[in-house]
């Protein structure tokens, strides 16, 4: 019986030492509510320069999320390959007006803080869906696997439609 005790104390242990070791590489989004202080996209789109701006989705006029990669910092964001550079004052801000208004189910489009494993700060992403995984590649590097796709997609003729 005290064998019994023995090896699934030992198991527990195991298990929960996984699992911490398994979270402890994977960032998360800070969301302004938790973050204490709440930020506006539009600051922003007033300071390109400052960001390498990337979105992801079908495209410019159907995407799932922009993300702002500050410059100058001494960390790397590396992004899935579904991700696409964006320098265009005017295109940034219709990506950002489709995201506004994107039918993400139980979610409205917010402005949250990209953080890794350690809670350190990466960047931003203004996005309607609440699960983005983020995975740490070494000290200073995380990398952004693809967005879910976007709640809707373009017809042919250009309308939109609901996914189902």
Not at 122 to 127: E, K, N, R, V
Request: charged share 20%; with cysteine.
């Amino acid at each position: 019986m005290k064998m019994n005790r023995t090896i699934i104390v030992l198991s527990i242990i195991i298990y929960l030492a996984t699992g911490l070791i398994g979270c402890s590489i994977y960032g998360r989004l800070e969301y302004p509510s938790s973050a204490g202080k709440r930020q506006h996209i539009e600051s922003f789109i007033k300071n390109l320069n400052d960001y390498h701006i990337y979105y992801s989705g079908y495209g410019e006029k159907n995407p799932s999320g922009i993300l702002f990669d500050p410059k100058n910092d001494n960390s790397a964001i590396s992004l899935s390959d579904r991700w696409t550079r964006v320098e265009d004052q005017q295109v940034i801000e219709e990506i950002v007006g489709w995201i506004r208004i994107g039918s993400y189910p139980g979610y409205s489009p917010a402005l949250s803080k990209i953080l890794g494993p350690d809670g350190r700060f990466y960047g931003y992403l203004f996005t309607g869906w609440s699960h983005v995984v983020i995975k740490r590649v070494n000290a200073d590097t995380i990398y952004i696997y693809d967005l879910q796709d976007p709640p809707q997609y373009l017809g042919t003729d250009g309308s939109l439609f609901e996914q189902e």
